[in-house]
């Protein structure tokens, strides 16, 4: 017990939580001060002296030599600054009256229980750095895309462990909706909440956040992440879909292109990552009317009326575009007046008259395959001449078809109106 072998276990331990090494040898050192004040009253007079290589410590108490008389009959006399000239004599009998004396401390000295004593303290001070530095390291991550692996998974949470072995929380109601993960799978989300509970910090990640759509933006989109691109607002209904409002202060480029990339291919990763979410990315603009409009896309907007300082918009479509605008289960309509800040009312606009010689994509389908048909209606395409009116590249940079299938297709449209 002479070498304290426990300060060794603390190495070992400071080695495996990535505890500055510095810091752990200032806690074991308060540690040891506490146990001399708590026995002698003061530790002014004593030395610590750590050897982390060895892993020991050692403790001399240090005295002024004065001569016996002193010792035995003078109120001064502190037997932890003094020690008697006959005393002294034992240890070294070269000293003189007036020297200073240095004598090393036996842990032995303190007993057993305070031995023990320093051991937990040195247990719970070590614990207690651990988990402040976990909350400090997480605290400056909010906002910041993480990797985790699944360790448990119940009912209400996800136990995710990073790669130094920190426990994180996914609760149910940050998950995606068609989320499932079991143990060992990797699990990719945003820091949404860090905070101390009973001494111990809480790391809560998100994948329903709209941050978290945000950084993958950022990660996909190199104009965003280099400030090229600016996202305005992110509005999510968590698994179904997306808005997101781009700007760019840069006439050159187009914020909208660049996010979707060529067919597609950077916003596809988005989508597989938050499992199929549909994403609209549209242009942001400071007028109301026509960011209502880009909102409530794929749908074709023929009016759109707000009263001044008003919050609602009313909006007028065809018929054959209100179910459009409306959206699945509503998340369109609901989606753009988060975007907007408005409360749409989709209204039926009877005076536009229906174009008779235009034809439903659907009587192509002998001409057309059905999967083309498809695409071309998820963008608001479902009739002969709303496809016309958009030419190839626009076509391509919207669909996932072909630039020579698009041109096929056109020609077999345009070929209905000669």
Request: proline share 3%; with cysteine; net charge negative.
């Amino acid at each position: 017990m002479e070498n304290i072998n426990l300060i060794e276990s603390f190495s070992e331990f400071k080695d495996m939580k990535n505890i500055d090494r510095a810091m752990l040898m200032s806690i074991i050192e308060d540690v040891f001060r506490s146990m001399l004040i708590k026995k002698y009253g003061s530790d002014k007079n004593f030395d610590i002296i750590m050897n982390p290589d060895k892993g020991d410590v050692e403790i001399y108490k240090n005295r002024r030599i004065v001569d016996d008389e002193f010792a035995e009959d003078s109120f001064d006399f502190d037997e932890n600054k003094h020690i008697s000239y006959s005393d002294a004599q034992k240890i070294e009998p070269d000293f003189e009256i007036g020297e200073d004396v240095s004598e090393r401390v036996s842990l032995e000295d303190f007993g057993r229980r305070s031995v023990l004593s320093v051991r937990q303290n040195l247990v719970q001070k070590v614990l207690e750095l651990e988990k402040s530095e976990v909350f400090n390291k997480y605290k400056e991550k909010v906002g910041d895309v993480i990797t985790a692996e699944v360790y448990q998974v119940w009912k209400k949470e996800i136990m995710l462990i990073d790669d130094e072995g920190n426990e994180l929380l996914l609760p149910k109601t940050e998950q995606i909706p068609s989320d499932f993960f079991k143990k060992g799978d990797t699990v990719k989300a945003v820091v949404s909440k860090v905070e101390m509970k009973n001494g111990t910090p809480s790391i809560i990640v998100s994948r329903t956040s709209p941050v978290f759509l945000e950084r993958l933006f950022e990660n996909e989109v190199p104009e965003i992440f280099d400030g090229l691109i600016t996202i305005k607002k992110i509005v999510r209904e968590p698994g179904e879909r997306a808005k997101v409002a781009v700007e760019s202060y840069d006439d050159r480029i187009d914020p909208v292109g660049a996010c979707v990339g060529m067919k597609g291919s950077r916003i596809h990763g988005i989508v597989r990552e938050l499992k199929n979410e549909n994403i609209d990315v549209i242009n942001f603009t400071t007028n109301a009317s026509l960011l209502i409009q880009r909102a409530l896309s794929p749908a074709k907007i023929t009016s759109v009326k707000i009263e001044d300082g008003s919050t609602r918009a009313q909006v007028y479509l065809r018929p054959d575009q209100i179910s459009l605008a409306i959206g699945k289960g509503g998340y369109n309509i609901k989606l753009a007046g988060k975007l907007t800040g408005y409360e749409i009312d989709v209204f039926r606009d009877n005076e536009v008259e229906v174009d008779n010689e235009d034809v439903d994509l659907n009587e192509f389908a002998d001409e057309i395959e059905a999967h083309i048909i498809d695409e071309l209606k998820a963008i608001g395409c479902d009739t002969a001449k709303s496809v016309l009116e958009l030419n190839t590249e626009e076509l391509a940079r919207r669909t996932q078809l072909d630039e020579q299938v698009i041109k096929h297709v056109r020609s077999i449209l345009a070929s209905e109106f000669e």
